[in-house]
């Protein structure tokens, strides 16, 4: 008798140990979920809107969708917040707050990101690859603009659009 429920005990107990455990979402803190979507909790709860956490704003989303679930934080993208105010976000979800370049050599980088100093909002946005050097997107007027041999910009002709690297999700 005493055999069979120590044995009882020995199964029960390896079959305990065996369930995976849940991992839970912290109460405070930032947390990555295994598809790579990045939280900012806290209280339990992840934060939404435009936020300020450890000195770095960040933006959680309020409605979810395939791309970003909801309280996710942008990443790698820009977010519009009224007209003429665009911020970039990293691949850490933290907002940009200084101009951001390319290298293309060791001695050889190029302008990305043009973010104004008054308000850390996106004043242009660069082409960097071989192709599109010498153009530009500005958030102002929300159009390609191209440089002449001269140095002068000028603006395309045609309807304003916004690319598609803009988080447009609520």
């Not at 997107?137 to 309807?159: C, P, V």
Request: charged share 25%; proline share 4%; with cysteine.
């Amino acid at each position: 008798m005493k055999k069979k429920t120590m044995l009882l005990m020995m199964v029960l107990l390896i079959v305990l140990c065996a369930v995976p455990v849940a991992a839970s979402a912290p109460r405070n803190g930032r947390y990555t979920d295994r598809a790579g979507h990045i939280f900012i909790y806290k209280n339990g709860r992840p934060r939404t809107g435009y936020f300020k956490w450890r000195g770095s704003w960040y933006y959680g989303h309020r409605t979810g969708s395939a791309e970003y679930p909801r309280g996710s934080v942008t990443v790698g993208q820009m977010r519009i917040k009224s007209p003429g105010r665009w911020y970039a976000y990293d691949e850490q979800g933290r907002r940009i707050g200084r101009d951001q370049y390319v290298r293309k050599s060791r001695t050889r980088k190029i302008l990305e990101l043009d973010i104004r100093s008054r308000n850390r909002t996106v004043r242009y946005i660069y082409g960097t690859s071989r192709h599109t050097i010498g153009t530009r997107y500005s958030t102002a007027l929300m159009r390609m603009q191209w440089q002449d041999g001269g140095g002068r910009w000028h603006t395309y002709e045609g309807m304003q659009w916004v690319p598609d690297y803009v988080d447009l999700q609520p």
